[in-house]
């Protein structure tokens, strides 16, 4: 009922307005030195081009915190919450320029994943080895309290199954715990094949999924639970999880600095968002945000067709958009080239090795977007 309510509501928008346009985003906690910077919030469009940073390293140091974790939007506001676990806050940003808005709480013991839960109301684990336990919010910062009985030691990931039962995972303690619908421990619910498990998430079927960071695989669990199998393999430093529109899953792979697509079946499709895209360190939070309304400006840029975007020669048509400059960069982040600009453009990539090139698009107003090609004959 809540995103029937989102979509007609931008629906609205959309036809009332020249102005506006619906698009989906991917936006990513980037925990670049852990416990040191740099640390940035970033935005990309769905197919994993035009990065964009929302919150930058400085917001983050001349404000006592850092090491971003979770991100959470309340789209009511077009605002998103960011947690930190340096500094123990969570912040509020407008979800469309990173803007910063309020404090919107302190968290004593570290806060870690939040979600938004059936009832409402926001829920926080924390890391900390002795204040750990699950807290609750109502959306407007209000502090509800303790939530869960028993503390998590180092609480990295948490999700409901079908019957409203609550899970937590321990990074430390390598195991899931489970919880009753009112937050009563139940007791440990898995304690094998995992090494640091972070992310979970339930199926359909109530299968459990768990991003295990030192294992460096997703591993699936049925609802007994009784271990099924590696779900998916090769990912070092595995952190941050959500799904695409059309039910691909998407996951932080630290130890190559990328976002990587999997199938629902755990076919690996390859990153998604390549290595070091929009200067990518650490993911952390992987968050898919669909149907949002784009300004002007963004619109603008989309406006700008490149065709195709795998081959040796793009045609770049930018009669629709007021472009003022298209430059060609590489993946070492040098400069190939600035493009005449010109209603079509036309760039031969023949002497040029195969391989991701970035076209970097500045319009009249100075607003800039990118578009991913990948040079290959």
Known sequence: M????????LAVLCIASPF???????YVSDAGGFSIPPWQILRYDIDGSNPVTLVDNDFFVSNGIGWPQDIVFLESENAMLISSLVGGKITKHNASTGAFIEDFATVAGGPTRMKIGDDGYLYVVQWSNTDNKVLRFELDGTPMGEYTDVGIAQSIGIDWDSAGNLYV???????????NPSGNYVGEYVNTELVGPTNIFFDDNDHLFVLDWNGSNIEEFDANPTYVGTFAAGLPQVEGVDFLPNGNILVGNGGNASIDQFEPDGTSLGSLVPSGSGGLLQPNAVIVRENVVASVE????????VAPTMGNEFQIRTDAAPVKQIEVIGMDGKKIADLPISETIVWNASSHAEGIYFLVI?????KKGTRKIVVKR
């Open 298 to 305: 963004d619109v603008e840029l989309n406006k700008v067709k």
């Open 362 to 366: 500045t319009l009249d107003n100075d």
């Open 20 to 26: 506006f346009a619906q698009q989906d985003f991917i």
């Open 2 to 9: 809540k995103n029937l309510k989102l979509f007609l509501t």
């Open 169 to 179: 995972s321990s990074f430390v303690g390598d195991n899931v715990h489970q919880f």
